[in-house]
């Protein structure tokens, strides 16, 4: 928990020192800005879907998605305009536990027989910061569509490809999985690494 | 009347034994129904969750049990027992007290050495720790076929107590089954005549 709250922090002070420090002499230097990074990209494999659910008395299932697809804009003139579609396929998940990964396919959770898809699409993006920002969407599971939101920080831009962290709390009862509740956590904490490659 | 007298038992080891072996019967059922047959996934981790909320209760009342038959008194055999009969329901009563307490501790060991790793939150109220034991596949397992081995054979002993008790009350009449239902039952017993009708018993019966 405290490497958790710590590290978006620790992120943007390594960023911003490295910026500072790889151009010494200008007064104006910052971290990357987002608006400088616009185009079109395609989500890499090299992305990483982690997510974390507590459980009482401390732990958790924690694991990663391996299989997803998706693509975003970010607009030259107004970060506010950029747009993400974001695609997962939950008979991807990875926990380590064969037995686990067989019931969040189960009709108990994702129901993978029935819906293969996780879906995101985003319908507001704010910029917060430098290079940070908030994205409102439309989260899609299991046949129920709800508002969610994401916080994004600008991890690494160079021509062609970019890097962020992406983090959310997602409640899952509203989804129809809230099996398990209260031993495990009602809150799925997603803790992504996505990489764009420009199309 | 609370406690038991050389004459018949009291109302501690009456409740006692009748709540055991509700849950014990209740355990029984649910382990085989969440284990054996074809239920809904959600439903059978919530079946899970139950089985070992009230694996525990009845782990704590056998624990309470067993200290309470060492240390209280034994009302007399029945009356029209002969030797090997005393023997038979002593050793098996003595059989069933271990049992009680060997199969929830060995399930507790299952859900401890589970590389699942599934707290046991006990009623959703506190989260009763795992034993102390290496989590692995191979001792899950070696566990689960010890709590299994142990729940079956437990089941056949109270299969045979229960069927004595039975046969006590129904074939030979006496008050074997009576007095492990109410305290005053060896008053009435008495004053009646040896083979007591088992109907007026029947009714008699809380
Ligand atoms: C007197 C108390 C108990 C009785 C009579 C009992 C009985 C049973 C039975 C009959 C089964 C099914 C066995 C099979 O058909 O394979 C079972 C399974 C199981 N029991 Fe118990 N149980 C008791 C207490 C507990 C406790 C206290 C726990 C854990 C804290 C527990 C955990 C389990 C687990 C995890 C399984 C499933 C094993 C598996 O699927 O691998 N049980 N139990
Ligand atoms: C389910 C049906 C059951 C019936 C009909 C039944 C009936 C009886 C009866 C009639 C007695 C009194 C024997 C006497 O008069 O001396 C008795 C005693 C006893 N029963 Fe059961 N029983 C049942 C289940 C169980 C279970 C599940 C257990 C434990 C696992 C159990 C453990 C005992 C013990 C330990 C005694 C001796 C009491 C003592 O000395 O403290 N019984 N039972």
Known sequence: ?????????????????????????????????????????????????HFTVAQA?????????????????????????????????????????????????????????????????????????????????TLTARGTSRKERFLVTLLDWSRGSIAFNIRGNIHRSPYGMDVGTPIYSNVVQFDMNIKGQRR | MLRNDKAGFGWITIVLHWAIAALILALLGLGFVMRRTPVDPALQFSLYQWHKSLGFTALGLATIR????????????????????????????????????????????????STLNIPSFYFNWIVIPHLP???????????????????????????????????HHFARRDDVLVRMLQTGSRQRASSQAAGSDPVIAGRKKP
Request: net charge neutral.
């Open chain 1, 57 to 137: 008395g401390g732990g958790g299932i924690v694991g990663d998605f391996a299989k997803f697809s998706g693509n975003f804009r970010i607009d030259r003139n107004d970060v506010g305009h950029s747009t993400v579609e974001f695609t997962l396929y939950p008979e991807s998940v990875k926990t380590g536990e064969k037995r686990i990964e067989d019931f969040l396919k189960s009709s108990a959770v994702f129901d993978t027989a029935n819906y293969n898809t996780v879906t995101f699409r985003s319908t507001n993006v704010k910029q917060t910061g430098p290079d940070t920002a908030a994205v409102e969407g």
């Open chain 2, 133 to 167: 034991m290496a989590k692995s596949e191979a001792a899950e397992n070696f566990w689960t076929l010890v709590h299994m081995t142990l729940a079956y054979l437990l089941l056949s002993f109270v299969a045979l107590h229960a069927l004595a008790a039975l046969y």
């Open chain 1, 1 to 49: 928990m405290t490497l958790r709250s710590q590290s978006p922090t620790k992120t943007i002070a390594f960023t911003l020192l490295l910026a500072l420090g790889s151009v010494p002499s200008s007064a104006t230097a910052a971290a990357p800005d987002l608006a400088d990074a616009a185009g079109n990209y395609g989500i890499t494999s090299a992305s990483r879907i």
């Open chain 2, 66 to 113: 067993a200290l309470w038959h060492l240390v209280e008194v034994r009302p007399r055999p029945p009356a029209g027992l002969n030797m090997l009969e005393r023997h038979a329901a002593s050793t098996t009563h003595v059989v069933l007290i271990v049992l009680a307490l060997a199969v929830p501790l060995a399930g507790w060991a299952v859900a401890s050495t």
